[in-house]
């Protein structure tokens, strides 16, 4: 069984998430970061379910919560039913990464499946820490889609859950990812400062699928029943020996341990 003990590690800092993430901004997506790779593979199935359960008119907006340096929020810039992505972060780090990631995208370089000009969607990227406001900006509201992934961990769930339910249309979809409970009960989100050895944590929750699904129920977010229905509409993912090759070796540890979950939800009221 994993343990948090490493002798490469000088001590660990607990941080507010949004600090956190700003000093992790720089390596975030080159530190190996299994959690992040396993997401990225599952969201080659679950992204496209996701565009195809937006059944309001089109053009859609989206808003990408918590878009981190903006991975999720390059691959929204490749849909052309797509009209406006709306980028939201509390970390002022990320979103500078994310913006000159994204500047490639505008300029047609560095999407997955570059477009043609006209039809890429309007981009705005901005400041939100949801722990702080207790409503989203204007500027995201009213919106036909959220993606939210690995972002539920470091926010309480009626917070988190408060937030998405004024964000979209009724009848507009959430993608949801996060790490699992049960690698959440064990670890935690955060990363080696290499300049101090330390180890750096935000804030973070170990929030069980069921308890997630409830809180979503109250807040007019029920869960989309796709062509994979274990755990009540939710993946869950465990890590396994023939995984570590495409995860990389930060995940050989965790084989055996549910580290992933994902699904969709759909809101059904106005709250």
């Known amino acids: 069984m994993p343990t948090p003990s490493d002798p490469s590690i000088s001590s660990i800092r607990y941080l507010p998430t949004n600090e956190a993430y700003d000093r992790w901004a720089a390596v975030y997506d080159t530190d190996g970061n299994f959690l992040q790779a396993l997401d990225t ?20 907006r ?7 340096t903006g991975r999720n929020t ?15 972060d509390s970390s002022k780090g990320m979103l500078e990464v994310a913006r000159s990631r994204l500047q490639q995208a505008d300029d047609g370089a560095g999407l997955m499946n570059p477009v043609p000009p006209r039809t890429i969607p309007k981009l705005r990227l901005e ?24 972002v539920v961990e470091h926010v ?32 935690q989100a955060g990363f080696v400062d290499r300049d101090t050895g330390e180890k750096i ?5 170990a929030h069980t699928v069921a308890d997630m699904v409830a809180e979503a129920s109250n807040w007019g977010l029920e869960v989309e029943y796709g062509e ?14 023939n995984m570590v090759e495409k995860l990389g070796p930060r995940s050989k ?10 699904g969709l939800f759909r809101k059904i009221a106005s709250t």
């Open 253 to 262: 540890k965790w084989i055996g341990v549910t580290v992933w979950l994902g």
């Open 41 to 60: 593979i599952e969201l080659r199935t679950l992204f496209p379910q996701f565009l195809q359960y937006i059944t309001l008119p089109k053009p859609w």
């Open 156 to 187: 309480p769930l009626p917070t988190f859950f408060s937030q998405v339910s004024q964000i979209l249309k009724p009848g507009g979809v959430l993608l949801l990812t996060n790490m699992h409970a049960h690698m959440g009960g064990i670890s």
């Open 74 to 88: 390059a691959l929204l810039l490749t849909v052309p039913d797509i009209e406006e992505v709306i980028a939201l």
């Open 201 to 205: 944590r935000p804030t973070s929750y």
């Open 62 to 68: 989206i808003v990408d919560l918590g878009c981190g």
């Open 228 to 241: 994979e229905e274990d755990a009540g509409g939710i993946m869950e993912r465990i890590v396994d020996e």
């Open 127 to 150: 400041v939100f820490d949801m722990l702080v406001s207790s409503s989203p900006p204007a500027s995201a509201q009213q919106a036909d889609g959220v993606i939210s992934t690995l």
